[in-house]
């Protein structure tokens, strides 16, 4: 869906993709030309446009990071530096490389996150 919205990216912008499967589906899908959000969602504000094409870039090397987004124009009257730390922590993406991985085994670790946040109301989602 994403690039067949957005367009297919050079290839060089996906070689971050390290799952054998996920380069041969890739690889399989038809080339789309690239397009800006702006050809498919019909807002005035220039600034969330461009923070939004900024956003959604494949690449995460060259996709915005969220201190710059917040530090983007859209946000300037909205942002606060001391408002506003910084995630100093380390994300495990170890499961992306485990083949070994199901759906279900996905889902469920996707539950077990939202579960560790609770909803609002203190209920378990799974």
């Known amino acids: 869906m ?6 297919t990216p050079p290839a060089a912008d996906l ?11 890739v690889d399989s899908l038809p080339i789309k030309p690239i397009v800006s959000v702006k050809e498919f969602i ?12 900024k956003m959604l870039v494949i690449n995460p090397l060259k996709r915005i990071t969220a201190e710059e987004a917040l530090k983007h124009k ?17 994300i495990d993406f170890a499961f992306e490389y485990d083949s070994s991985m199901t759906l279900d085994a996905i889902r469920k670790l996707i539950l077990e996150e939202l579960n560790f946040y609770k909803t609002e109301n203190n209920e378990k989602l799974i």
């Open 2 to 7: 994403i690039f067949e919205t957005l367009g």
């Open 15 to 25: 070689k971050f993709i390290t799952n054998e499967n996920a380069k041969k589906y």
């Open 42 to 53: 019909k807002y005035e504000n220039a600034d969330c446009l461009d923070l939004l094409d």
């Open 74 to 90: 859209y946000f300037e009257n909205l942002h606060d530096d001391v408002d506003e730390p910084v995630f100093e922590g380390v």
